[in-house]
């Protein structure tokens, strides 16, 4: 498996940590210290040198964006699978800096609540 901030080769799984994106496959793990959470919407982006790709439909930014909503968030951590597992394939050549952002806003979606996570990784 990958830890954050390494680099993934073929015939790994890939899993990575962000807020932390934790668990088989990609995930987002978020923590609420209050009752719980709901009609918060999260934002999940992946950040291809500036080409920028909303979860989860992986829309490109160029054709609007996407974001999770309707969630429940319980007390205490909630997971959100981003991700299916899958293994590296071969011969996909090598890129660093790929980056996921993850963020939840306010209901109105007019500010951040809470703050930004980011997990930068790539493959060789």
């Known amino acids: 498996m990958i830890k954050c901030g390494k680099y993934l080769v073929s015939g790994l799984i890939l899993t990575c940590c962000l807020a932390g994106f934790i668990s088989r496959g990609s995930a987002v793990t978020l923590v609420s210290k209050s009752n719980g959470l709901s009609g918060y919407p999260l934002f999940v982006i992946l950040d291809v040198y500036g080409d920028y790709w909303f979860a989860p439909a992986w829309t490109n930014i160029q054709n609007g964006v ?3 909503r309707d969630l429940e968030f319980e007390p205490g951590l909630t997971g959100v699978g981003i991700i299916e597992p899958f293994n590296w394939p071969e011969g996909v050549g090598q890129a660093g800096g ?25 493959w060789n």
């Open 66 to 68: 996407d974001y999770y």
């Open 98 to 122: 790929i980056i996921f952002w993850g963020a939840l806003t306010t209901p109105d979606m007019d500010a951040l609540f809470g703050s930004v996570d980011s997990l930068t990784f790539g």
